[in-house]
């Protein structure tokens, strides 16, 4: 499954961003049956992806992340590609369209 890096400040998100050109973000709350169902599936998904870098955020610990990146409502997941938003899904994701979406993105981004 793939490597999650929990980012548990402001700086450490701003920080994993710059150091990986992809990144997907996973935005939960601690007692979220939701946020703690996909993040298996969405773990899974991304094996297939080896140059996108998952991080975790627990939005109650990183306050800040939910007016930086307008966030009202969890899980949320976010592609970011060198600093640009490129997919945005919430908790009613359908992870046969996220997974074309990211085939998509990702073979523009690695051809």
């Known amino acids: 499954m793939k490597k ?5 400040t402001l700086n450490m998100v ?12 996973y935005v939960s709350t601690p007692n979220c049956s939701t946020c703690h169902a996909i993040l298996p599936k969405l773990r899974e998904l991304l094996d297939d992806y080896p140059l996108i870098s998952l991080g975790h955020i627990e939005i109650t610990e990183v306050k800040e992340i939910a007016e930086k990146f307008s966030i009202f409502t969890a899980p949320i997941m976010i592609l970011m590609i060198k600093d640009k938003e490129y997919i945005r899904e919430d908790r009613f994701v359908r992870f046969e ?6 085939d998509r993105i990702y073979d523009m981004y690695t051809h």
């Open 97 to 102: 369209l996220l997974k074309d979406k990211l």
């Open 4 to 8: 999650i890096t929990e980012l548990t």
């Open 14 to 25: 701003e920080d994993f961003l710059d150091k990986n050109e992809l990144s997907f973000l």
